[in-house]
């Protein structure tokens, strides 16, 4: 590997505390882009603030301490990690779509694919949006709602937008709202008649 920097060794500074100017500097020189710098910037002099160090700034002794081996060795490790991850993903979704082919209730395909059921539901979600077919398995899970209630949710979501399920549930229930288990099912309905609402948005949007 290619050397990865061409001035000098730099001087390490005498241990010491953090500077709150120097650190502002750093990150500044970052490449990490300016919304990321913007956004987490202060929470990073926040950590740093006041803590014990024992090296400088600018940071080129970086390139000087970093053995090569290690780093390689580092590198090997995050592409495995992320191909492990994107193969979990897979893996997952090919499970939920398997389910829903079977006919599988809600709570059947969260004990096949080890989702929980809030991430299943947002995977249903983005799955709904790339065009899979998720009426069966919606028409099974909102049976048990009334039909004058899921009117009122979709009443709502076109009164109010669909970014937010809060202000959907306190139109709908009010200071009745359920609480505890029963809210999480709440929360459940909402978004599974939300995915049915965007899309029907989504497609009268598209036929005007």
Known sequence: MKSMHSCGSVKKKERGIWD????????????IGESKASEYGEEWLELTNGLERSTSFPLDW???????QEYESWLYKQREQKYKQELDRFTTRKQVLEGMKEGYTLEEIVNRSGLSRREL??????????????????DAELAVMPEEEQE???SAYEELGDTFLKPVLHKVYG???????????????????????????ETEQHAG
């Open 175 to 201: 200071e009745e709202k359920p609480g505890g288990s029963n809210l999480e099912q709440v929360y459940e309905r909402l978004r599974m008649i939300r995915i049915r609402f965007r899309r029907h948005t």
């Open 121 to 138: 539901i947002e995977l249903l979600e983005t799955l709904d949006l790339e065009g899979y077919d998720t009426d069966c398995l919606l």
């Open 20 to 31: 709150g100017a120097d650190m502002r500097k750093e990150i500044e020189r970052m490449t």
């Open 62 to 68: 970086v390139y000087s301490d970093l053995k090569e």
């Open 152 to 154: 009122a949710v979709w």
